[in-house]
């Protein structure tokens, strides 16, 4: 492999402290890829090269069985090397001083190479080395044969990013193309001037012998190698990458166009360098949310999932046993348990509300992510991130079988993935909390089952769990088949009635939702099955009737988007009566829906699976609908059910996007009450006090029933919930919850063992709620982050490069500052690859990582989260330096009045942050950071810089003040360097 182009370089006359520059690099890099070693350099006699080329070998270009190459300068100079001589030097007449050369292209052959300026010339050269007559045309090359022109049928537009391969070039439309060997030699170079355009045809000859494959047309292009393709759809000709990826602005702007801006996906622009701000972490979050509650930022992967996540979040009963299960060391031990990362991820949003409500404002230091308003702390942004939520999905192998993993453009239908995530995620924290259930106390501490729930049915059973059964009768031999019921999560909605010519209705063709839910209850099927009485394959019809309601009735479908309805088509409650047999099946099924008009007037649909009318009232009370027996029999179970959530697709051109509409209930009592859920003193009613609120990831606005069921051409209802009014289940916002101490870690979670050789330090003593420790973190790159030259030739960071967290210390704040007692030295296995471990500035290497080389404690990324967040759940006020970059990566929130950044408490309003290297140098007169970093030497660093705070401040803060601005002072005269000052003076 050869390469040229740019190297990093102080530019001459430049101070020692600029940034570098890309210079032209004199060298063309030679690398050998089977070796995996880079190899002796070539270099050009004159100027430096910029374009580069490979001349395929043959019997007259290979020299002593060297290959040659091909090297440009921007100034004209062609030259022609083996690996260890310089074989020729040609020169390219360039026509004016701005002049360059703009493409350079060797035939496959090694005949001939052609070079083209920017000034319009196009010149070629024939190349005989072996012959000793260079220059001119091989005589070898066979004449071809000129066939008739082909008509002009098809063309590309001259701008138009076709293949070059496919281009003919001529110096008038009308005139033939010519031969190679046609062309005028002369002993150096051969004048002649192409047109600059070239015109691409297409012959219909070709088009018609095109074959099909699904939607689009691809025939080879003759002359060229097999993987030369062309397509097409209809008449219209595609370069040859699939145009099934091509999409016209037009097009895009057209879909885009039609989302409201509430439903368009928004891209989180942290870690984006923004031009006005010069910052990469300027994006304001509440700009789109002015609610109090937490929204879920969509800068990870598989950010369609936060709206699943946000509903299970506002149920109480999946919230508060996630939160418990985060304690349980039976969680623990599986490495992949998405009930512990749920109660994490939960933990982190109910932390940040409270941050946002003041109620960690104690002792507060504030900091650049905070403000005080009034007496109430309010944080900058109301947001957080699930990214380790997300890195525990990404690894199960189901996940990615059924499609489930990164908003990839390849996923074509976009609601079924979400749809499939919504089963996906109830059936394995059902069977997750079935596996564990032997060995956990699931009445622990924090999680208190509801009365309609029992120890041996999991949070997603007791809530969504709901029975069916099915019946098969055999049409040859008339068998018929009753299996045993079974439980489901969810059930799918279906559209397609049965033909039934009793079947009347008095609204019209329009299907309306009761007439699609009963045949939900009723699904019919059609099938070949194993009969065992005839031991045959028999035609099998199916009956699979539900036979009782879950707490919340969960409906979810592929596309509910019904085409034929123009006012309202979800209902806001619904009736659903069961007439029970004394087998206890279903022997009749009566379905009312209470929908508006559009004069707001309230009216009832009802369906018996016969006759489908329209009451003032439901059926139960209706004086126009009568049963046999009547519904106020005992008979009769009649379940009136209210809508909660409804889940959309939006559809959008680049991924998958969901948002949800989720009636949020803020009443007081009804909190109390779902926060201690073996109350038995029944539930107020849902009333004004509920609200609708669009979830959009972090963007949250209020919204209306209306918009929550109303039917758009942009989206389409995948998931809709209906909560059981007798059952108490409400969605409730975590506001009402003013302590987690109940969901801490235990201590336990510190002896968890390590996966190398070095265990992990078990401290005999450790701090109680309100000690101070110091805390330090390294961190090795996974993705690298892209930049910018500016104008005034700055490097700038365009996107920030993402880091995992490689080590994670905790030291004693109490003790001495020098030799400090160590809570915490952890190594981390990574669960990605790892791109650059930036040992200069981490301190980590290979070896520190691997399991069986590390001379460390390595943990998993679990264990140590669960560290960290023991000692956050004891109370322990953290001591570091740029903590917020910490905090973050380990995707952890801390109560405010936890955080003493020296950061931020070392820094002039306004001003730029300052290193940890030069407060130390300056402020405590010691070198740091000297060959490489190290957490524990800069835990002590921010230990000694809070105390040295500590200590200004006791004298006065106008003391402090002056101190802080001489440091500024001195930094700008020294350019913020560590031992230049000395240079200056003299």
Request: glycine letters at 4%; hydrophobic letters at 35%.
């Amino acid at each position: 492999m050869i390469t040229c182009g740019y190297l990093d370089r102080l530019v001459a006359n430049q101070s020692n402290y600029s940034s570098p520059q890309n210079v032209p690099d004199p060298l063309v890099r030679v690398f050998d890829l089977r070796m995996s070693k880079a190899m002796s350099t070539l270099t050009m006699t004159v100027s430096t090269a910029r374009h580069v080329k490979f001349i395929p070998s043959s019997a007259h270009t290979v020299f002593n069985d060297q290959p040659l190459v091909l090297m440009a300068s921007s100034s004209g100079v062609l030259q022609i090397n083996a690996m260890t001589k310089i074989i020729q030097v040609l020169t390219f007449p360039m026509q004016s001083k701005k002049d360059t050369i703009a493409a350079l292209s060797v035939a496959s052959s090694g005949n001939l190479l052609t070079a083209a300026s920017s000034s319009g010339y196009i010149l070629q050269y024939a190349l005989g080395l072996s012959h000793g007559h260079a220059n001119s045309v091989n005589e070898r090359v066979a004449h071809m044969h000129i066939p008739n022109q082909p008509k002009l049928d098809l063309s590309i537009p001259l701008n138009s990013p076709s293949a070059a391969s496919s281009y003919v070039l001529r110096p008038h439309p009308q005139d033939p193309i010519p031969l190679a060997s046609s062309f005028a030699s002369t002993p150096n170079i051969m004048n002649r001037k192409y047109q600059v355009h070239p015109q691409r045809i297409v012959s219909k000859d070709l088009i018609t012998k095109a074959i099909k494959r699904e939607f689009i047309h691809t025939v080879p292009n003759p002359g060229y190698p097999p993987n030369s393709m062309i397509f097409t759809i209809g008449c219209d000709v595609y370069e040859m990458s699939d145009p099934r990826l091509i999409e016209t602005h037009a097009d895009v702007l057209a879909i885009e166009s039609s989302i409201p801006l509430s439903y368009r996906r928004i891209e989180s622009k942290v870690g984006i360098y923004n031009k006005q701000n010069k910052s990469s972490n300027s994006f304001d979050y509440n700009v789109f949310n002015e609610s109090s509650m937490i929204g879920l930022d969509n800068k990870c992967p598989n950010s369609y999932t936060n709206a699943i996540l946000q509903l299970l979040f506002h149920l109480s009963d999946i919230r508060s046993f996630a939160l418990s299960a985060q304690t349980q060391s039976a969680y623990h031990k599986n490495e992949h348990s998405l009930w512990c990362e749920l109660g994490f991820l939960f933990h982190m949003m109910i932390t940040k509300s409270q941050n946002i409500r003041g109620l960690n404002s104690e002792d507060l230091i504030i900091d650049e992510s905070h403000k005080i308003i009034g007496d109430v702390l309010i944080e900058k942004d109301k947001v957080v991130t699930p990214s380790n939520f997300q890195k525990t999905f990404q690894h199960l192998d189901e996940a990615a079988a059924l499609g489930l993993l990164g908003d990839s453009k390849a996923t074509t239908d976009h609601s079924l993935q979400i749809l499939n995530f919504c089963r996906f995620i109830f059936l394995n924290l059902h069977k997750e909390y079935e596996n564990v259930s032997s060995g956990i106390n699931v009445s622990s501490p924090g999680y208190s089952p509801s009365k309609h729930s029992t120890l041996s049915t999991s949070p997603i059973e007791s809530l969504f769990g709901f029975s069916v059964s099915s019946v098969n009768t055999f049409l040859p031999s008339g068998v018929v088949d009753k299996q045993a019921s079974q439980s489901l999560l969810s059930l799918d909605i279906s559209y397609n009635r049965p033909i039934n010519s009793s079947t009347k209705s008095n609204l019209g063709a329009t299907t309306s939702f009761p007439v699609n839910l009963w045949h939900s209850f009723r699904k019919e099927s059609s099938f070949r099955a194993w009969c065992a009485a005839t031991e045959a394959y028999e035609r099998c019809n199916q009956l699979r009737s539900v036979l009782s309601l879950p707490r919340v009735l969960t409906l979810v479908g592929n596309d509910m988007t019904r085409t034929d309805v123009e006012t309202q088509w979800i209902p806001s409650v619904l009736e659903i009566a069961m007439l029970m047999s004394p087998d206890d099946s279903v022997e009749r099924l009566i379905i009312s829906g209470k929908f508006e008009s559009v004069d707001l007037q309230e009216h009832w649909i009802i369906y018996d699976g016969t006759i489908e009318l329209q009451s003032v009232a439901r059926a139960s009370r209706s004086l126009n609908y009568t049963t046999t027996p009547p519904m106020n029999s005992v008979l009769w179970k009649i379940h009136e059910m209210s809508l909660i959530a409804v889940v959309n697709n939006v559809k959008s051109t680049s991924q998958t996007h969901a948002v949800s509409h989720l009636l949020i209930d803020s009443q007081s009592k009804r909190s109390e009450s779902l926060l201690n859920p073996q109350n038995d003193e029944p539930l107020p009613s849902v009333d004004e006090s509920s609200k609708w609120y669009l979830f959009n990831d972090f963007s949250i606005s209020e919204s209306s029933f209306s918009d929550a069921t109303s039917l758009e051409p942009f989206k389409s209802p995948i998931l809709i919930a209906f909560s059981n009014t007798n059952s108490g289940v409400r969605l409730t916002d975590c506001e009402l919850i003013d302590s987690l101490s109940q969901y801490a870690i235990p201590s336990s979670v510190m002896q968890l063992p390590s996966l190398s050789k070095t265990q992990s330090i078990f401290p005999l003593k450790m701090p109680s709620r309100g000690d101070i420790a110091a805390i330090d973190a390294e961190f090795v790159s996974v993705e690298l982050g892209s930049s910018v030259i500016s104008s005034d030739g700055k490097r700038i960071m365009n996107t920030d490069g993402r880091q995992i967290m490689a080590r994670l210390s905790i030291i004693d704040g109490k003790g001495s500052a020098d030799n400090p007692l160590v809570y915490l030295d952890d190594y981390i296995l990574p669960d990605e690859p790892i791109i650059d471990y930036v040992t200069k500035f981490s301190g980590i290497s290979e070896d520190d990582l691997s399991p069986s080389s590390s001379q460390h404690a390595l943990v998993t990324r679990r264990s140590c989260y669960l560290k960290l967040r023991h000692f956050i759940d004891i109370g322990v006020v953290f001591i570091g330096h740029g903590l917020q970059k910490d905090f973050e990566t380990a995707n952890v929130v801390i109560p405010c009045n936890q955080v003493r950044d020296t950061v931020e408490l070392w820094r002039l309003p306004s001003q730029r942050l300052i290193s940890l290297k030069f407060l130390a140098s300056y402020l405590l007169k010691e070198k740091i950071q000297d060959e490489i970093h190290d957490s524990i030497e800069d835990a002590k660093t921010s230990l000694q810089l809070y105390r040295h705070y500590i200590k200004l401040m006791r004298i006065g803060r106008d003391h402090f003040e002056a101190v802080l601005k001489e440091i500024y002072s001195y930094g700008q005269r020294t350019n913020w360097t560590i031992g230049v000052e000395k240079l200056l003076n003299k």
